[in-house]
Structure formats: structure tokens, C-alpha cells
């Protein structure tokens, strides 16, 4: 008779997808997730698959999170100024007990190189960053707090640019200050 799983799935990926999030892929060992999981290595193969398969399965998952929080902070923001204002804060400040940096931003600088699924997987996050950015800065368009003279399109691809350097930034000891300074400015030159 098959034993019942003692854990809840997404509650142990949470912990691979900080660990891997937090150390990379390639540092990260099967012991280590199957510490920092809190399940045994046989559990994990037979949820998860392989340690590659999981980390794949982690990155869909801060995908998913990281989506629903800028969805949320986006449809409680007024204006597209605060809307990207309020991202920009996400992105440099991150969450309380979360690493710093982007595990997207992570694992393509790491990986997609040598690694199609990471390639993959990674593009397809920075499309959904790119699209986002462009819906707010059309609504800022619509309702003149962005230049028109420039295409939506243009000007998301640069504010995602300058978002995926602010992750890589984030993991250094530079001042989130500059950060910030650095991301209003990008602010700014949308504005009219």
C-alpha cells in the first residue's frame, strides 16, 4: 500500500525555489534541497523528478508569484506613474524573507547559455515583464503622464533592460539608494 505524502507540494517547492533562488543551480545539491526541503531524497524524485526537473518546476512557480504580486500591485496603483513606481520598490527591495535578486534574472545569466529550458523559460518570463511594462506605460500614454512620442513597445523593452540590471544590482552591495535614483530617472524620461 502507497504511503500518503507527509507534505504539502507547494510549501516544499517554495523552499527548493528559495534555495535555488538564493545559491543558483549549480551550487545548489541534492542534499542541500533535501534539507532545506525538509523531505527525503526518495519523496523528492517522486514528486518532483530530477534535481533539473525541479528546478524547472521552481522557476514556474516564482513565475507564477512573482506575476500575481505585480498584477496586485499594479491594479491597486492609481496612475501608471505610481504603478511602475511601486514595481520599481518591489524589484529593489524585494520581499521580507525573500533572497535578493530575481531567480528568472538568475538562471538566465547562469544558465540559458547552455541550458535550453532555462533559455526557455527565462525569455518567456522577460516577454511577460516586457508586456506588462507596456500596458502601464500605454495607460500612461492614454492619460498624459507619458511622452507618445516614443513607442510603447520601445520604451517597455528599455524599462525591462534597466529592471533586469537593477536585479543583477540588487545582489551586490551597491546602495539601494543609487538603485532607486537610477530607476526614477528611467521614470522620468518617460514622463512628458
Not at 114 to 121: I, N, P, Q
Request: proline share 1%.
Amino acid at each position: 500500500m502507497a504511503r500518503s505524502k507527509e507534505f504539502e507540494e507547494n510549501v516544499v517547492l517554495d523552499k527548493a525555489m528559495k534555495l535555488f533562488w538564493e545559491q543558483g543551480y549549480e551550487k545548489t545539491s541534492l542534499t542541500d534541497l533535501v534539507e532545506h526541503m525538509g523531505i527525503h531524497r526518495r519523496s523528492l524524485y517522486d514528486t518532483f523528478g530530477d534535481k533539473h526537473t525541479l528546478f524547472l518546476k521552481a522557476m514556474d512557480r516564482f513565475r507564477a508569484k512573482i506575476n500575481t504580486e505585480l498584477t496586485g500591485v499594479v491594479k491597486r496603483s492609481e496612475t501608471a506613474e505610481e504603478a511602475l513606481q511601486m514595481i520599481i520598490s518591489f524589484m529593489i527591495y524585494g520581499e521580507e524573507a525573500s533572497p535578493s535578486g530575481c531567480l528568472m534574472v538568475n538562471s538566465a545569466v547562469e544558465l540559458a547559455m547552455r541550458d535550453a529550458e532555462v533559455d526557455s523559460k527565462s525569455t518567456e518570463s522577460f516577454t511577460l515583464s516586457e508586456q506588462m511594462f507596456k500596458d502601464i506605460i500605454l495607460w500612461g500614454q492614454r492619460n498624459g503622464e507619458f511622452t507618445a512620442a516614443y513607442n510603447a513597445e520601445e520604451l517597455a523593452e528599455q524599462m525591462h533592460a534597466v529592471c533586469v540590471g537593477l536585479r543583477v544590482m540588487t545582489r551586490t552591495s551597491i546602495a539601494k539608494e543609487k538603485l532607486y535614483r537610477t530607476a526614477n530617472l528611467s521614470i522620468k524620461l518617460l514622463k512628458k
